[in-house]
Nanobody
Framework: QVQLAESGGGLVQPGGSLRLSCAAS????????VAWFRQAPGKLREGVSC????????VYADSVKGRFTISRDDAKDTVYLQMDNLKPEDTAVYYC????????????????????????WGQGTQVTVSS
């Protein structure tokens, strides 16, 4: 079963930047489209961004467009989320998810959703934006 490890979160002031990283074991991220999700306390999980494996095409939620950049380094089998101009409303736990449910590969597209019945969520990484 895939094991996901998100890292790079922390406490940052509004306007600051962070870069999140996503690595996996028992799975090769390079073979899959990959998405980032976030969940703030008391709020529904939100799809933030995703990136395709084939051509690196990207998709962003309107709330982060122009501020976040998703990328991948297939040589390192790692996916990144560069977050700039962070706002307090970006505070959440961030999770990465390969768009693969163990049988089918799913496409990075709008709306950004996890694979049906995906159950291999990592621990996530906490991002807190506060002065």
């Amino acid at each position: 079963q895939v094991q996901l490890a998100e890292s790079g979160g922390g406490l940052v002031q509004p306007g600051g930047s962070l870069r999140l990283s996503c690595a996996a074991s028992e799975f090769t991220l390079a073979y899959s489209d990959v998405a980032w999700f976030r969940q703030a306390p008391g709020k529904l999980r939100e799809g933030v961004s995703c990136i395709k494996s084939r051509d690196g095409a990207t998709v962003y939620a309107d709330s982060v467009k122009g501020r976040f950049t998703i990328s991948r380094d297939d040589a390192k089998d790692t996916v990144y989320l560069q977050m700039d101009n962070l706002k307090p409303e970006d505070t959440a736990v961030y999770y990465c998810v390969p768009l693969y449910d163990g049988r089918y590969y799913y496409t990075c597209e709008v709306p950004i959703r996890p694979p049906y019945k995906f159950n291999s969520w990592g621990q996530g990484t906490q991002v807190t934006v506060s002065s």
